[in-house]
């Protein structure tokens, strides 16, 4: 539960901004990976006959300015400001804190033995939706995009849900110019680094 309460938490430090000549690059699925229970992996590309994991998938949209990277996991969504892997790294979270989020990193290393994401630019995503009956899931995501903006790597964890994590590749394209952010949100990341709210969470 203690994981819980942290997720929402630095979810709630992920704010929708507006926006003024930006850029968007839209991206949409053309791989997808899960690990079964055998150990062994169910894998799609788009070019397969059928594709009915990449069909479930949705079209995500992400664009960069001077405050970093933002992100939309699908057109119903507003753009959120994802937290850099670095930043993410370096947050005052104590040993328990810590060990809580020891399985879903673990998660992420054993994907990145099977990926080849050099240069790709990083970024940490907790992740909350809703079911068709109102019920909140979490789950973590890592969200890397290729240097040229023309791919980006997906790798899913759930929290709240006995789902396997899985990954999609996406190939992305430029698709319009939106409006630039008129607040720096940037001191949403240095609040939760400099103050020791994480730690008082997992104290309770």
Known sequence: MRLVFLIFFILSLITPYTYANITTFKCKPIFAS?????????????????????NALPISYYFFDTNGLF??????????????????????????G?????DIWKTFLE???????????????????????????LSMKRISI?????????????ITEDRKSYFVEKSCEKEKVIDSILSSPDSNIENLSKNNIVNSIFLG
């Not at 899960?34 to 990449?54: A, R």
């Not at 810590?98 to 020891?102: D, H, L, P």
């Not at 290729?146 to 759930?158: D, F």
Request: glycine content about 2%.
């Open 98 to 102: 810590k060990n809580a989020f020891s």
């Open 71 to 96: 992100y939309k996991n699908n057109n119903k969504r507003k753009f959120e400001q994802l937290i850099s892997s670095k930043a993410f790294s370096i947050l005052e979270i104590d040993s328990k």
């Open 146 to 158: 290729h240097p040229k903006n023309s791919k980006t790597a997906e790798i899913t964890v759930p």
């Open 34 to 54: 899960v690990k079964l229970d055998n150990g062994k992996y169910y894998s799609e590309t788009i070019d397969d006959e059928t594709t009915p994991f990449i």
């Open 111 to 137: 994907w990145d033995k099977l990926l080849k994401l050099d240069n790709f630019k990083t970024f940490v995503y907790p992740y909350k939706s809703y079911d068709e009956n109102g019920n909140s899931k």
